[in-house]
């Protein structure tokens, strides 16, 4: 079995507690070999770090360390169902970026999701994505990442 938590501690990365979902829905739920996770808000200490769309309020080097936040609330998710060391790798990443007219960069945004999964999982971090840009997220928040993840099977 892989020992993800180990190789958190090792880059200094700390999983936050599972952000409480703003309406009715699970933040992560099992199906089969998968885990598939809510899409998740940067939301650090229960509260959304900051309103706002990129190419306006928001800029893309705010916008790639607001999907890293994004991201580590989707394996506060996935751990809090599962356990993060029972994972095999990361299958998709789909990220929603709320975009001012003309912003187009929402790949770049996105990097930051991406960019972390690498340093957790290596190449099991190697996933397939979808940046979409959007004119308006939940509580006005400007990233919102969810995921699916592979259960390891063979331990």
């Known amino acids: 079995m892989r020992k993800w938590t180990r190789r958190l501690a090792e880059i200094g990365v700390e999983l936050p507690e599972v952000a409480r979902p ?3 829905y699970a ?3 099992r199906s089969g070999n998968h885990v598939y996770t809510a899409g998740q808000l940067p939301i650090v200490g229960g509260e959304l770090v900051t309103t706002g769309k990129l190419g306006a309020e928001v800029d893309q080097d705010a916008g790639r360390r607001l999907a890293r936040t994004c991201t580590l609330n989707a394996l506060a998710a996935v751990h809090g169902l599962v356990g993060l060391d ?4 990361v299958v998709k990443v789909v990220g929603f970026v709320a975009s001012a007219e003309g912003f187009n960069a929402q790949p770049a945004v996105l990097n930051g999701a991406s960019e972390l999964l690498g340093e957790i999982f290596g190449d099991a971090g190697t996933h397939a994505r ?4 959007v004119a308006e997220l939940p509580l006005g928040a400007p990233v919102e990442v ?5 259960i390891d099977t063979t331990a």
């Open 130 to 133: 979808s940046a979409v840009g």
């Open 146 to 150: 969810e995921l699916i993840a592979e």
């Open 27 to 29: 933040p992560a739920v």
């Open 22 to 24: 703003v309406a009715s």
């Open 86 to 89: 029972s994972l095999a790798g």
